[in-house]
């Protein structure tokens, strides 16, 4: 995911992964939180993306807290996981 810091002649100008969103701390949770599960599930990064149709990549970018996922990702990785949804927000 690339985010949108300044503008150049109208056009958004691309700055990569932001460390300066407000939302840093939750989303870190929210990815450690996934990949604690999923260790303690047995599984690799590429097992999880399997079970929950999602690319591998995205997986690790949610884990390292990079990406404001959307439900429609916690819910396939839950489903992947074999866990309620809200066991990720409990933190």
Do not use: C, W
Not at 23 to 30: D, G
Not at 32 to 60: F, M, P
């Amino acid at each position: 995911m690339v985010l949108y810091g300044k503008f150049f002649n109208n056009q958004p100008i691309m700055t990569g992964y932001t460390k300066d969103n407000p939302f840093q701390r939750e989303r870190q949770i929210l990815g450690s939180t996934i990949k604690e599960i999923r260790e303690n599930g047995k599984l690799t990064q590429e097992d999880l993306a399997d079970k929950a149709h999602i690319n591998v990549s995205y997986l690790a970018k949610i884990e390292n807290g990079y990406v404001n996922t959307t439900v429609r990702y916690l819910i396939k990785l839950s489903r992947g996981l074999g866990i309620k949804v809200k066991d990720l927000f409990e933190f």
